[in-house]
């Protein structure tokens, strides 16, 4: 036989198991998942969603754009103009009450609104640009679904262009060009937020601002975790091809001692990496906030800064979640029979730590569906991930029940390692069980 | 008073019953060898003896202590070398030994405990060297003054020269023989018969997780009208 193949088939028969694909597969619905909601979501932008219009003017132009906003329906999303003006709500609020504004956007249902005020119509019978205000209600849909508001400004955009057109046709004016190339000044944004209006931002600048301060407590502790539970894992694999396991075990000393010790270690050694990998992020984070228009508004301007209960919140969320993966770590540790069995194990954590990381780049907890909520909670290191959006949007209730789930998930793994460290199974592994022989020492053929 | 009895033992992993019924005592400061081919049972008969897994049925004492019920008082009394056994790759000798010595004793006594397992193992300069630069049979060395410093009443060693060169595996069983005329009971387990001949008080033989003969090598083979061990072991089982 080819002495190639020969060898490529002895590989081949080894890398093969069951475990490995089932690892591969976890893998591909995970990111298969993530697309699925980022597409859910990204249809959900460009579908029609209602607006607010508020004519604060009363004048021939301000009937226009409304006008020209429902065709903007018709043409950008192929409906009726009698659809596109159910789509259009027309409010009649004074635009000096911004209360009253985002009162009335939320008796209607609304996330977006644009006005404008008076004056609006003789400035551009006037030549002189006038102004389209935007209003929203920040909502913590995410990074997705906050993308909506540029929708509208883009709207406000297309309003712009069709006046202009309407503009020329009507005013031949060399001198008028610039204003008649760009009559609306479309940057006069407010976004509801905590109880207060504030002005110049939009949704998806709240969201860049928020996403650039929070994910980087999700990217440590997925790297953490993915680390201290290779480290955990392997170093139990070595512990029993060297036998120094059993040694060890043989000492006059209590199970609970040997892996309170063990999880301690490690967890202090996630501590440390912790630390000097949000240091490196910290430089990383200024440097994205620096480059102009990357950065977002920033969270404390909108009164959404963290403090100090806060913070200690966050660290025993992330000192909790490093002991659960420590825990399910040195559980899946003990069933490796050696270093190379212990790779493979590493995967279960590695997935767990991604899947909330992956979500939390472009939802909110809020945004997401209950259905999609439920697994996530169960998954302990979503908590820490999601810790910090929770606390700046007060979602308070699930941070506590987070921490509470967290803690009883410490408890629990630590408990069940104890047993698993008086059994029989840290010495045989599972190939000893009839379950494990139906399964993991099954390989492909 | 013996120093270690079992009785009826049996072990069964999932659906395979690898041991299936042992019976042997070993007396206070005998030097006892468990012999029998591979997959006898000798090293899970071991390691039931050492806490390390559940005995299934029947029951293993050692100095009075029930191994099932007074586990912690039993690895206080025990050490137990598995075969192959490695140590820590990261420490030196010298921190291996006082890593062990740190579970039995403090301060002085650690230190008195140290300095007796480094006079066991006898490496010389080599003992502050990183335990991943040893040969075998350093390891091997470091290993058994690790099992003994702690002067254990009784001392389990599965397979203790196992892969040694002749010189070593010579210097093994003449520190075994030195812990025994210190009052220390020695079990070892060995599928090498003309070592445990040499080196044992009394021997019991394992096959198929059964206890075949029990005695001391000179009786068994004058039982079996044999020259050796090996010999007696092939008659017993052939019949």
Redesign the interface.
């Known amino acids: 036989m080819n002495h190639l193949l020969n060898i490529v088939r002895k590989e081949l028969k080894e890398l093969m198991t069951i475990g490995s694909f089932v690892s591969v597969l976890i893998m591909m619905f995970v990111f298969m998942g993530a697309g699925s909601m980022m597409g859910d979501q990204g249809e959900s932008i460009t579908s029609p969603s209602d607006i607010g219009f508020i004519n604060g003017d009363g004048g021939l132009w301000a009937d226009r754009t409304e006008e020209f906003l429902i065709s903007i329906y018709v043409d950008t999303y192929g409906i009726s103009e009698e659809e596109a003006r159910g789509f259009v709500k027309v409010m009649d609020i004074p635009l000096d009450d911004g209360a009253a504004i985002v009162e009335g956007m939320r008796s209607l249902g609304l996330d977006a609104a644009i006005a404008v005020g008076p004056g609006y119509s003789s400035n551009l019978d006037n030549g002189i640009r006038a102004v389209i205000s935007e209003y929203y209600i920040f909502t913590n849909p995410g990074l997705l679904g906050s993308a909506g508001s540029s929708i509208t400004s883009l709207m406000i955009g297309e309003i712009s262009d069709r006046i202009s057109q309407a503009l020329v046709s009507e005013i031949a004016d060399p001198d008028l060009t610039p204003f008649l190339l760009s009559p609306i000044k479309g940057t006069d944004a407010h976004t509801y937020i905590d109880g207060e209006l504030h002005s110049g931002v939009r949704p998806l600048d709240i969201s860049m601002g928020v996403m650039n301060q929070t994910l980087m407590v999700p990217v440590v502790i997925m790297m953490v975790i993915m680390m201290i539970g290779s480290i955990v894992i392997s170093s139990m694999g070595n512990e029993k ?4 396991l ?2 060890l ?6 199970r609970t001692v040997i892996v309170t010790g063990k999880i301690l270690s490690a967890a202090i050694m996630g501590l440390v990496y912790g630390i000097m990998y949000m240091v490196g992020m910290m430089f990383y984070s200024k440097g994205m906030t620096d480059i102009g228009g990357l950065g977002g508004s920033s969270p404390a301007d909108l009164g959404l800064a963290l403090g100090p209960v806060d913070w200690l919140i966050v660290g025993t969320m992330v000192f909790l979640a490093i002991f659960c993966a420590l825990g399910l770590c040195m559980i899946l540790g003990a069933f490796a029979k050696n270093y190379k069995a212990a790779q493979t194990m590493t995967v279960p954590i590695s997935v767990l730590a991604i899947i909330p990381m992956l979500l939390n780049m472009f939802a909110s907890w809020g945004s997401l569906p209950t259905a999609i909520q439920i697994p996530l909670f169960i998954i302990p290191f979503t908590h820490p991930m999601m810790v910090m959006q929770n606390l700046m949007f007060g979602n308070t209730a699930v941070v506590l029940a987070g921490m509470a789930y967290l803690a009883l998930f410490a408890m629990l793994t630590i408990f069940i390692t104890v047993k698993v460290y008086k ?2 199974i840290l ?2 592994g599972i190939g ?3 379950l ?2 139906a399964f993991a020492g099954k390989r492909i053929r | 008073m013996d120093a270690l009895t079992v009785e009826d033992v049996h072990k069964v ?4 019953e690898a041991v299936k019924g042992i019976d042997f005592s070993v007396r206070t400061g005998e030097i006892f060898g468990l012999i029998g081919p591979n997959g006898a049972g000798k090293t899970s008969t071991l ?1 039931m003896m ?5 005995i299934t049925s029947g029951r293993i004492t050692v100095c009075g202590h029930d191994v099932a019920t007074e586990s ?1 008082e039993v ?2 009394i ?12 990261d420490l030196t000798g010298r921190a291996y030994l006082k890593f ?1 010595a740190g ?2 004793a403090d301060g002085a006594e650690a230190e008195k405990m140290v300095a007796y397992g480094m006079e066991m193992a006898d490496l010389g300069d080599r003992i502050d060297s990183k335990v991943d630069t040893y040969s075998k049979g350093m390891m091997r060395r470091l ?1 058994i003054a ?1 099992a003994i410093m702690p002067a254990p009443k009784v001392a389990i060693m599965d397979e203790v020269t196992s892969g040694l060169d002749v010189i070593n595996a010579f210097e093994i069983r003449k520190i075994i023989r030195k812990i025994s005329e210190q009052g220390v009971t020695v079990i070892i387990s060995s599928h090498n018969m003309f070592e445990v001949d040499m080196l044992c008080d009394r021997v019991a033989m394992i096959n198929d997780g059964r206890t075949v003969l029990c005695g001391t090598p000179g009786e068994l083979k004058e039982r079996f009208n044999a020259s050796n061990l090996e010999e007696v072991f092939v008659k017993a089982v052939k019949g």
């Open positions: 091809e060297n036998k120094t059993e040694t075990l043989t000492m006059p000393v209590g059994s029989d010495l045989t000893q069980t009839k494990a022989k | 992993y999932g659906d395979r390691r050492s806490t390390l897994l559940r912690d690895r206080k025990i050490s137990y070398l598995p075969e192959d056994a490695g140590a820590y790759k062990m579970f039995f290993l690790r």
